[in-house]
Nanobody
């Protein structure tokens, strides 16, 4: 409960940028891989989609969903216990609530059920 907290969401116009942060109160956060997911307003929690994942530790192995790989990037600062999601050239279809999740393994996938902890999300709204 309350181990992950997202921030940095907001309202932007098409083409704008945001940097989302996922801050952890987990012990040994660097032992957790982290994923970012998003849920569009018209979709259910079950349809929440994976956006990007980053490996545990300092290896920084990342994977970004094909649909956004040219615009989004994930990174982490283990000293600060923060994982970032950089959103560039935002489009209206990127509107939704963005969640981070952590799993105590080296590498994550987009399989939501495998994660140990979730944040409450941060809202991103992109207007045309």
């Amino acid at each position: 409960q309350g181990q992950l907290k997202e921030s940095g969401g907001g309202s932007v116009q098409t083409g704008g940028s945001l940097r989302l942060s996922c801050t952890a109160s987990l012990d040994t956060y660097d032992n957790y891989c982290v994923g970012w997911f998003r849920q569009s307003p018209e979709k259910s929690e079950k349809e929440r989609e994976g956006v990007a994942v980053i490996s545990a530790g300092d290896e920084n192995v990342t994977f970004v969903a094909t649909s956004v790989k040219d615009r989004f990037a994930i990174s982490r600062d283990n000293h600060k216990k923060i994982v970032y999601l950089q959103l560039n050239n935002l489009q209206p279809e990127d509107t939704g609530r963005y969640y981070c999740a952590a799993r105590r393994v080296r590498y994550c996938s987009f399989a939501k059920r495998e994660y140990d902890a979730w944040g409450q999300g941060t809202q991103v709204t992109v207007s045309s």
